[in-house]
T-cell receptor
Framework: AQSVSQHNHHVILSEAASLELGCNYS??????LFWYVQYPGQHLQLLLK??????LVKGIKGFEAEFIKSKFSFNLRKPSVQWSDTAEYFC???????????FGGGTRLMVKP | DAGVIQSPRHEVTEMGQEVTLRCKPI?????LFWYRQTMMRGLELLIY????????DSGMPEDRFSAKMPNASFSTLKIQPSEPRDSAVYFC???????????FGNGTRLTVT
């Protein structure tokens, strides 16, 4: 079975600070990895995805994530956060032959203006 | 592209009543997912369909929950009888192919009193 761990449940940053959210997964085979963002009161939206190739993936709004296979990690980063980045961030993995996506518990990010 | 459409947006009902949540996936998408989101348990996959066929319903909490997908453009999630602990936001999502990113609907916020 696949599982996803997000160790930071709540993160509070000031504007312009750098962000790194941790994501570790457990699955021995080939994986597809995703980060989704959920702004307050809204649905989940895709930030970025990794299927294969360059392990450093760039997404929307200046976010990027790095797949480190040896560490089973897919951490999300942003060099300089903005107040509008306040949201909950979910890491997800799909390692099955089918289409089942497993989500981490989410990290709530609050950016202080 | 109207996106994934869920109805109703909000549902308030009394314990014991039947609740039906509806979802229209994006046209052409052949996979459909029902998720439940609560503060305590985060995002939980309840069931997913591929080409209208239920593939994995291991996340359905108990027999009170049932889901159907009579055709490619419509799915329902029914709770009968409802209980206060069913209160949550229920998201429907669809995707176009195996391991493609999910597109989420705006969710139905269910409150059972």
């Amino acid at each position: 079975a696949q599982s996803v761990s997000q160790h930071n449940h709540h993160v509070i940053l000031s504007e312009a600070a750098s962000l790194e959210l941790g994501c570790n997964y457990s699955y021995g085979g080939t994986v597809n990895l995703f980060w989704y963002v959920q702004y307050p009161g809204q649905h989940l939206q895709l930030l970025l995805k990794y299927f294969s190739g360059d392990p450093l993936v760039k997404g929307i709004k200046g976010f990027e994530a790095e797949f480190i296979k040896s560490k089973f990690s897919f951490n999300l980063r942003k060099p300089s956060v903005q107040w509008s980045d306040t949201a909950e961030y979910f890491c997800a993995v799909n390692g099955n032959a089918g289409n089942m996506l497993t989500f981490g518990g989410g990290t709530r990010l609050m950016v202080k203006p | 592209d109207a996106g994934v459409i869920q109805s109703p947006r909000h549902e308030v009902t009394e314990m014991g009543q039947e609740v039906t949540l509806r979802c229209k996936p994006i046209s052409g998408h052949n996979s459909l997912f029902w998720y439940r989101q609560t503060m305590m348990r985060g995002l939980e996959l309840l069931i997913y369909f591929n080409n209208n066929v239920p593939i994995d319903d291991s996340g359905m909490p108990e027999d009170r929950f049932s889901a159907k997908m009579p055709n490619a453009s419509f799915s329902t999630l029914k709770i009968q009888p409802s209980e206060p602990r069913d209160s949550a936001v229920y998201f429907c999502a669809s995707s176009s192919a195996v391991k493609s990113p999910l597109h989420f609907g705006n969710g139905t916020r269910l409150t059972v009193t």
